[in-house]
C-alpha cells in the first residue's frame, strides 16, 4: 500500500496543475502497485508535518515530492526532521553529489543550494539522474517515507531510477497485469450500463473503469492475477462480453482516437477523402490532419461559411439555397456530391448545421446539423438535432460525422 | 478552511490527470479564499468513507467531486450516506430536476439514472447547470461537505453557479481581491521572468503567477487587501510594469483567447478574412470559428493538402510547385494572395508546412513553415522553422499565423 503526497503552494492555489501524482501512480499501476491515496498541502512547515504524520493504517510506503529547492519557502526536509523527531543535519555524501553536479552542469554553487543538502539524521541519499538536489529516503518504524524534489523532470527521472525498483523489491508484486482501452461512440455511460448490466460476470481478475471524455467513452479492462493464463483468459472474456452487447458502439479496441481508425479504413482501401465543413468550421479536418499520413488519403478540406464560399467551392445553387436554407438536407447532399467531384476522391463527407449560440430559428433550433457522406453509388444524409454549447455542437458534429463516414466505408449501419 | 477531495480509480492510477481539484483551488484562491488541504482515493468506499471522515482540525468546508455516476462503481453518495449516519433515499427534488434534464436534452432517462436521485437524508440539492446529475450538501456538525459530479465541465459549473457563493456568503472574505489575466505569446517563462526580474517590486498586495499553457503564457496578477483604493492601484502599477516590459507580446489583458481578438479587431474595422491552410490542416479555421459571430468576418477556408487543391483551388501554378515545392515562400504568398482574391476578403492568411513527423528534407526539416498574410498593398510572407511533435507544430503554427495577421491588422510589427 502506496500513498503519494505532493507540496506547494503552487498546487493548493491551482496555479499549477499536479502532473507529478499522476506520473508516479500511473508507473506503479502499471506494475501491479495501486495508490490508496494521493495528499496535496502548502508550503507551510505544519501542514507538512501533518500530511506525513497521518498515512492510513495500511501504508507502509510514502512517496513526497517537492520543497526541496533552495529557498526560504522549501521547508519539506525540515518538517520531515520534525515529524519524525530527528535532527537536520549536513548530509556530508548528499553534499559531494550535488558539488559534482553542479561542476558537471559547469553550474555555480550558490550558498543557498548548501541547504539543499540538510537532511534529517540518518536519511538515505537518493541520486537525482537530472536535476542537483538529492531527494532522500527516511524509515520510521514499518514506514518508508522517500522524498523527491518537485520539478516534474527530476520526479520522472528519479521514479524510474529508483522508486521502481525500490518497491518492487520491498513488495515484490507477483501480479501480471493487463490493459484494454475500449473506445465507444454513440452510447451515454448510462446506457452502457444498462446493456452490461447482470451481463458482467463478479471477477476477482478483472475490474472494468468507465472514463467519459465528451462525447465519447473509454471503458478500460484491467485483468490483474498472479497466473498469467488466468489473467489472459478472464481479460479475453470480459472482452468478449462487452463486444457481444455494445460492440456496434466500439470503434477501437486499442485505445486509437476515432480519426486515426478512419485514417487505417482509408488506407487499407486505398481510398480517398474529401471534406466539406460548414458549421464544424474546419474541425473535422483539424482532427483528420492530426494523424500522421492523413496526406494519403485527405485530398482536401474547404470551410463554406459563407453562402458565396457554397455557390462558388461547391456548385449549391443559390435557388436550392433561397429555396431551402444553407442548413438543410438538400444542401448537405449537394455539398458532399460536389466536393467529391471536385476532388476526384472516393468519399465526400459534408456537415451543415447551426452551432450556435445564435442563428436558430423555431423551425431550424440551435443544435441543427445534417450531415452527408457521398460515396460511388449514393448520398447518406442524417439530420440531427444536438445540444449544448457551440463548442459542444461543433464536437458532437464532427464525432457523429466521422462515424458516419466510418459506417458508410465499412457497410455498416446503425439504423 | 476549505479542502478539496476528489474521488476516482482514474485519478489513483494515474490514467486521467487531476484538473478538477487545481480548477476548484484557482477560483477560490482568487476570491482570497486558500485551500489547505487536497485528498484524491479511489472508488472503493471505504476509502470514500476515509477521506470524508478525515478533515484537518480547522477544516469547516469540504468539496468533493467523483463517483455520483450512474454505474455501480460510483459509490460516492452512498459513502457520504454511511460516513455520516444517514439514509440513501429517492430525492425527489433531484429526481425532478434530473427529468426535466432529460427532457430538455432529448434523451431517454435509463433506469440507472434514477441511482442518481438516491441521495443521503437531509441533503439539499445543487443544481448541476451543465450534465444531468445533480450534486448535493450535506452538513455535519460545524462541516459543509459539498459534493459535485467529476466532469470537469460540470465541477467547473457548479462551482461557478453554486460554490463561489455559497462560500463567500458562509466565510465572508473581507478582502478585496483583484485579478487581471495578461495573454502572452512569443516569449517563454524563463524569458518573461528574465525580463521582469529586479523590475516588480516586493509586494504585500500583489501576487504574480504564471501559467504557462503551450503555446502560450498567462500571466496572472493578484492583488488582494482590506482597503479598495489601495488594492486597485498596486493591480495598476504591477501591470504598467509588466506592460513597460513585455508589452509588446501581450495580446490581450482580459484573458481572451487570441482568435477572439482577431475577432474583435476585425469586426471593428468591418473587415473580412480568408484562410488557406496547408500543414495546420483546418486547425486555424476551427479557432476562427470556435468565436460565436465569426461568420460575420470568416468568408471561407480551404485546407489544400494535395497539390491538386493548391493548384484547383488557389491557382498555385504547377511549375512553382515543381520548382520551389509545396513548402515555400513563393508558394505561401500565392496561396494567400489567391484565397483572398477568390473570397473577395479583405485579407488573406495562408501558412503551408511540414508538420512531420515523416516529410522533411536536409534542406525543408520537419516543423519548417511559411506564413502569409495579404492585404491590400502588400504581402507579408515569413519563415519559421518550429520545433516538437506534429501537433506542436500544429498548434505554434496556428497561433504564430494569427499572430502575424493580428500585427498586419493593426499595422504594428515585433521585427
Known amino acids: 500500500m502506496i500513498e503519494i503526497v505532493t507540496i506547494g503552494d503552487e498546487l493548493t492555489s ?6 507529478n501524482a499522476g506520473f508516479i501512480a500511473q508507473r506503479l499501476y502499471s506494475i501491479g502497485l495501486p495508490i490508496s491515496r494521493m495528499t496535496t498541502v502548502g508550503d507551510g512547515i505544519e501542514d507538512i508535518i501533518g500530511a506525513l ?3 492510513l493504517h495500511q501504508t507502509r510506503f510514502i512517496i513526497i515530492t517537492g520543497g526541496l529547492g533552495p529557498t526560504g519557502d522549501d521547508r519539506t526536509a525540515e518538517a520531515a526532521a520534525a515529524a519524525f523527531g530527528k535532527q537536520l543535519l549536513l548530509n556530508q555524501e548528499a553534499f559531494t553529489l550535488m558539488e559534482k553536479k553542479f561542476k558537471q552542469l559547469q553550474r555555480k554553487m550558490n550558498p543557498a543550494n548548501k541547504k539543499q543538502a540538510l537532511l534529517p539524521e540518518g536519511a538515505r541519499v537518493i541520486p537525482n539522474p537530472v536535476g542537483t538536489a538529492c531527494g532522500f529516503l527516511v524509515t520510521d518504524g514499518p514506514r518508508h517515507f522517500m522524498f523527491f524534489p518537485g520539478v516534474p523532470e527530476e520526479v520522472r527521472a528519479i521514479t524510474d531510477s529508483f522508486a521502481i525498483d525500490y518497491l518492487k523489491t520491498a513488495l515484490n508484486p507477483k501480479q501480471v497485469v493487463l ?3 475500449l473506445k465507444v461512440f454513440g452510447l451515454w455511460e448510462s446506457a452502457i450500463h444498462e446493456k452490461l448490466k447482470g451481463a458482467l460476470p463478479d471477477s476477482d481478475v478483472v475490474t472494468i473503469g468507465y472514463y467519459p471524455q465528451y462525447p465519447e467513452i473509454s471503458i478500460k479492462i484491467t485483468a490483474k492475477g498472479s497466473d498469467t493464463a488466468v489473467v489472459q483468459k478472464e481479460m479475453m472474456r470480459f472482452q468478449e462480453i462487452i463486444r457481444d452487447h455494445i460492440g456496434d458502439y466500439i470503434y477501437s479496441e486499442s485505445g486509437e482516437p476515432l480519426e486515426a481508425v478512419i485514417g487505417d479504413l482509408l488506407k487499407a482501401r486505398k481510398v480517398t477523402l474529401a471534406v466539406a465543413e460548414s458549421c464544424t468550421g474546419g474541425l473535422i479536418s483539424h482532427k483528420l490532419t492530426n494523424i500522421s499520413g ?8 474547404v470551410v463554406v461559411y459563407s453562402n458565396r464560399a457554397k455557390t462558388e467551392l461547391l456548385n449549391v445553387p443559390t435557388e436550392m439555397l433561397g429555396e431551402y436554407g444553407a442548413v438543410s438536407e438538400p444542401v448537405a447532399r449537394c455539398m458532399a456530391q460536389s466536393v467529391r467531384e471536385r476532388a476526384g476522391t472516393t ?3 459534408a456537415v451543415t448545421g447551426i452551432a450556435g449560440p445564435t442563428g436558430g430559428s423555431p423551425e431550424k ?4 446539423v445534417f450531415i452527408a457522406v457521398a460515396g460511388d453509388t449514393q448520398t447518406k444524409v442524417k439530420h440531427h438535432r ?12 464532427a464525432h457523429v460525422a466521422l462515424t458516419l463516414l466510418r459506417h458508410v466505408i465499412l457497410g455498416t449501419s446503425l439504423d
Open 365 to 368: 433550433p440551435v443544435g441543427t
Open 347 to 349: 468519399y465526400g463527407l
Open 14 to 19: 491551482g496555479s499549477t496543475i499536479n502532473t
Open 179 to 181: 490493459n484494454k482501452t
Open 53 to 55: 504524520r497521518s498515512p
Open 386 to 397: 444536438f445540444h449544448g454549447n457551440r463548442e459542444r455542437v461543433k464536437m458532437m458534429s
Open 294 to 301: 492523413s496526406s494519403e488519403y485527405l485530398e482536401r478540406t
